[in-house]
């Protein structure tokens, strides 16, 4: 069962398997997330880290279709997610889904390594 979800608000929610089975062929499957406390660590004087800036994550998977992919790109902006945090528990957050500067691959109907930022991460 998926324990992430994504919707352009909190009515809209819905588990990354339902709202990407566009294709109607593969199940897409849950985002390897890398939560980080901070956007702006900041490296004090006397060598420790001060968490600055807002919450932010990335999401990834390593591989989904062109049209999951097409679904996906739908997300950016404004978004409603639960997604782990760094205690692994399942959070919901409002955030701003961002597209990698750089396009993932394309190959065979495929795109591959796609990772989006989620940022400015507000806990509902």
């Known amino acids: ?3 992430y979800f994504v919707g352009t608000s909190h009515g809209d929610l819905g588990t990354i398997a339902a709202k990407f089975a566009a294709d109607g062929l593969n199940a897409m499957p849950d ?9 702006q660590p900041a490296k004090l004087g006397d060598g ?3 968490s600055l800036g807002w919450l932010q994550q990335t999401w990834h998977w390593d591989v989904m279709t062109e049209a999951q992919c097409a ?3 739908g997300y950016i902006g404004a ?9 692994g528990s399942i959070v919901e957050y409002t955030a701003v889904l961002v597209w990698p500067e750089k396009e993932p691959e394309h190959w065979s ?5 796609v ?3 989620l940022i400015q991460m507000v806990v509902v």
Do not use: F
Request: hydrophobic share 30%; charged share 25%.
């Open 31 to 39: 985002p390897r997330s890398d939560p980080m406390e901070y956007s």
């Open 1 to 3: 069962m998926s324990e």
């Open 115 to 117: 990772t989006v930022t």
């Open 71 to 73: 679904t996906l790109r």
């Open 79 to 87: 978004v409603n997610v639960l997604t782990r945090n760094n205690a």
């Open 48 to 50: 420790t880290i001060r």
């Open 109 to 113: 109907n495929h795109v591959m390594d």
